[in-house]
């Protein structure tokens, strides 16, 4: 079973900066794609970026240019640089993880993981 856990949320000034991390820990196989949702008030969640094992990036239109996403494999974490942000950035942020369970789990393919959630708020 693998857990992931993000950090790095808080508040900022709009323009501001924040990386946020997201660490997966566990007993695995091996970490295929990592990426980063958002979730705001009243709104879905949705992507904000995705990187996979190797190092493909996907982003969000809304926030290219703004955030970048990395990933470093020996240590299962990936990152999130987030850049001149706007106050509707403001959201609860998951990670999300996509990993091969051991053969001895009994599971087959990929098996998909969310974190707890990170808030971050950008005000005005």
């Known amino acids: 079973q693998v857990h992931v856990a993000e950090s790095g949320g808080g508040l900022v000034q709009a323009g501001g900066s924040l990386r946020l991390s997201c660490a997966a820990s566990?007993?695995?196989?091996?970490?295929?794609?990592m990426g980063w949702y958002r979730q705001a008030p009243g709104k879905q969640r949705e992507q904000v970026a995705r990187?996979?094992?190797?190092?493909?990036?996907k982003y969000a239109d809304s926030v290219k240019g703004r955030f970048t996403i990395s990933r470093d494999n020996a240590k299962n974490t990936v990152y999130l640089q987030m850049g001149s942000l706007k106050p509707e950035d403001t959201a609860v942020y998951y990670c999300?993880?996509?990993?091969?369970?051991?053969?001895?789990?009994?599971?087959?393919?990929?098996?998909?993981?969310w974190g707890q959630g990170t808030l971050v708020t950008v005000s005005s």
């Open positions: 566990g007993s695995f196989t091996r970490i295929n794609a």
């Open positions: 999300n993880t996509d990993y091969v369970p051991n053969s001895d789990s009994g599971i087959i393919g990929l098996v998909g993981v």
């Open positions: 990187i996979t094992s190797q190092g493909i990036t």
